[in-house]
């Protein structure tokens, strides 16, 4: 298959609207799965998602012009699942299983289109969000996520001529590709592309694939793009989010209820999915709260994702809660996913080797890694942390504690009430880059 020039074509586009989102299929993995059991068993609950920069020294509204941002949202809501994909979407195997999908929920998405949005400017950021019933809400988060990173990159890169722009991604690749090399050398390393929703552009994200699948070969176990994974013949990978938990705790009348919520979740996604798709989320209200509390059950499941504290020491946690269980964690897996670099991976890789399964899904530090390649000085082209989550669920205000207090999101008021109802053991603040 003939490469893209990306440097050629980030200099030549001349079209009014080069679209970000060319398709719905342009998003993780999760959120499909996830809405399938929304759209099944919540389709009354409105849940308003809404953009949160915590990179607060980006002003994304002094780089990014309103009225880009605006056309690429709106063509984000042209867009409806095409034939093709409605056809492998109901026939392609997924974790080895057949039909994921039920007949009724693709019947109901071949219509899907993205709501409304609501955009307003303020002191130099975008407040943006998207109110709504969960089961339309949910898939803006992806593409908006990824509109966003992009418009910032061409901003960026709009004064730099043909032979700057060569350069710059001829130091990006052979940046990523040196990445590359260094897990090859790692025996049975697995690897997933996690890196859509703060790509530096679809473009480099679908050259990441690529060169990720030539480079590590087996080791390359998917994406969690449903796009590039239909496009490259790889596997479709994720599993569930923490907006889940959060919505539940959102709606629960009391604060028992509040504690059962992460169970609950659980309870309906295994009503859904079965094996491999079994990956408890832990930390949405803390992972040492979620331990604590955790029924019996859950050791039976396939593995966890720990996703905000430092890799060793979370997974270290969980493979104390399995013995405690009597599970011998070898037979588990843990799928590391928060803020990976290569020597993270190589530093997990190496501690918990022979001790459990473990999987890498790699995201910013994969598709959006630039820093020092451009030819000129620049922070603009340095990625941020971004992220859109769910604010409200019927009216309520939603929360996520996290692990990691800098990365909690929400009403300061409900997260000092949330930390009453959960406790604070285990939340060690660190700095978020990514």
């Known amino acids: 298959m003939a490469k ?20 719905l299929l ?53 867009l409806r699942f095409s034939k093709k994909e409605m056809i492998w979407l109901g026939g392609n195997n997924f974790y080895g299983r057949k039909q994921i999908f039920e007949p009724e929920f693709l019947a109901w998405l071949e219509g899907f289109r993205l ?21 339309y809400t949910t898939l803006w988060e992806i593409p908006a996520l990824a509109i966003i990173n992009e418009l910032r990159s061409r901003a960026a890169m709009r004064s730099f001529g043909p032979f700057a722009l060569d350069v710059l991604y001829a130091r990006a690749k052979a940046k990523m590709w040196a990445k590359t090399e260094r897990l090859k050398a790692l025996p049975g390393i697995r690897i997933s ?21 030539e480079g590590i070969g087996d080791a390359f176990t998917g994406t969690s793009n449903v796009l590039l994974a239909m496009d490259n013949d790889l596997e479709a990978l994720g599993t569930n989010a923490h907006e889940l938990p959060m919505v539940f705790a959102a709606l629960a009348n009391s604060e028992e209820e509040m504690r059962e919520a ?49 890799p060793i020491e979370g997974g270290e946690k969980i493979l104390s809660w399995w013995r405690e269980k009597g599970k011998d964690p070898k037979q588990k897996l843990l799928i590391f996913s928060d803020g990976l670099e290569v020597e993270t991976i190589e530093e997990t890789y190496r501690h918990f080797r022979g001790k459990v399964r473990m999987s890498f899904g790699w995201g910013t530090n994969l598709t959006n890694d630039f820093e020092g390649c451009a030819p000129t000085e620049t922070k603009s082209l340095d990625a941020i942390s971004l992220v859109c989550k769910v604010s409200e669920a019927n009216g309520r205000p939603a929360v996520k504690l996290s692990d990691n207090p800098a990365k909690a999101t929400g009403d300061e008021k409900e997260i000092k009430r949330y ?12 700095l978020v880059k990514v």
């Open 419 to 430: 930390l009453r109802i959960f406790g604070e053991k285990g939340r060690v603040e660190q």
């Open 115 to 135: 709501p409304d949005y609501e955009l307003t400017r303020r002191d130099g950021q975008y407040e943006l969000s998207f109110p709504g019933p969960w089961m």
């Open 262 to 310: 992460p169970y609950r979740v659980l309870q309906d996604w295994q009503r859904y999915y079965g094996g491999n798709l079994l990956i408890v989320l832990p930390d949405t209200f803390g992972t040492a709260a979620f331990l604590r509390d955790a029924p019996d059950w859950i050791a039976d499941w396939t593995g966890f994702r720990p996703d905000s504290a430092p």
């Open 4 to 23: 893209t020039d990306i440097a050629r074509r980030v200099y030549n586009h001349t079209w009014k609207l080069d679209p970000i989102v060319r398709s």
């Open 26 to 78: 342009d998003t993780d993995f999760y959120k499909l799965l996830m809405l399938q059991m929304i759209w099944g068993m919540y389709p009354k609950v409105d849940a308003i998602f809404t953009l949160i920069n915590r990179t607060t020294s980006v002003r994304l509204a002094d780089e990014i012009d309103e009225q880009e941002l605006r056309d690429q949202l709106d063509h984000a809501r042209t």
């Open 193 to 213: 592309d996690f890196g859509t929703r703060r790509r530096h552009s679809f473009l480099w994200q679908r050259w990441c694939v690529e060169a990720l699948k």
